[in-house]
């Protein structure tokens, strides 16, 4: 027989009480436990809620608080900018400076975010259209490269400055009309005016369609390309 069977009912009844209790005691502790972690869990929630719209409201302003050189997009090019090869590079242009008529000069922050919006970045093959056989003559192709520096900056002192930070100088230039954006490197040479414009350099690579290994040829006479600046941001808030 079980142990049911021989207790007695008032004997019955306390091991019910002390059953109820026990389960009672455990549901408290159970509820207490859940809402601690809830507790807890809606903290947490609510820091990160707040680090987000922080976050949201510093992307704003990083955002909004922008330097702009505003540009006249005037399509320009090799030979429009009269453009001079580097010494012992010849595949590669001096810095030249981009002309502007309506737009005005900035004070950028150097080591910050700074972007060129193209209406225009484009390139094409001359030696693609050569008959009777193609990049006979020309197997080149023309892109370009920005910076924004000293109004007042020589090639040289750009290159100096460009070596010494180890910038990464993107290339821009293809064969479309596609308007762009390029990052660009924003630096400042000490002893000169911090008024910046924006500088612009030409450089030649051999097309993929060819094959054999050739030597790269003169920025001045071979390949094509053009652009078209609509204007040119720095976020001074945004460190790169």
């Known amino acids: 027989m079980s142990n049911s069977q021989t207790m007695?009912?008032?004997?019955?009844?306390?091991?019910?009480?002390?059953?109820?209790?026990?389960?009672?005691?455990?549901n408290n502790t159970l509820t207490q436990t859940v809402t601690g972690k809830m507790s807890a869990i809606n903290a947490t929630v609510a820091s990160a809620e707040a680090r987000m719209d922080q976050a949201i409201a510093n992307l704003a302003a990083s955002h909004s608080d922008t330097r702009i050189n505003y540009y006249d997009r005037l399509v320009h090019s090799k030979s429009s900018l009269e453009i001079q090869a580097e010494e012992g590079q010849e595949y590669i242009s001096k810095w030249k400076k981009v002309p502007v008529t309506t737009g005005c000069y900035q004070y950028p922050s150097v080591g910050s975010l700074t972007?060129?919006?193209?209406?225009?970045?484009?390139?094409?093959?001359?030696?693609?259209?050569?008959?009777?056989?193609?990049?006979d003559q020309d197997w080149s192709v023309t892109q370009m490269q920005f910076v924004l520096a000293n109004?007042?900056?020589?090639?040289?002192?750009?290159?100096?400055?460009?070596?010494?930070?180890?910038?990464?100088?993107?290339k821009t230039g293809y064969w479309?009309?596609?308007?762009?954006?390029?990052?660009?490197?924003?630096i400042s040479i000490s002893g000169l005016h911090p008024y910046s414009v924006l500088f612009v350099r030409f450089i030649n690579s051999n097309s993929t369609q060819i094959s054999d290994p050739r030597p790269l040829q003169n920025i001045t006479q071979f390949g094509y390309a053009t652009f078209a600046v609509d204007r040119v941001v720095n976020y001074p808030h945004i460190k790169v």
Request: charged share 20%; proline share 6%.
């Open 8 to 26: 007695s009912l008032d004997q019955r009844i306390a091991a019910l009480q002390q059953t109820n209790g026990e389960l009672v005691a455990s």
């Open 115 to 135: 972007r060129v919006h193209f209406t225009n970045s484009y390139m094409k093959e001359p030696g693609y259209y050569e008959k009777p056989v193609q990049y």
């Open 151 to 170: 109004e007042k900056a020589t090639s040289e002192q750009i290159n100096q400055m460009l070596d010494e930070q180890g910038s990464v100088l993107l």
């Open 176 to 186: 479309d009309a596609t308007p762009r954006m390029l990052t660009i490197p924003c």
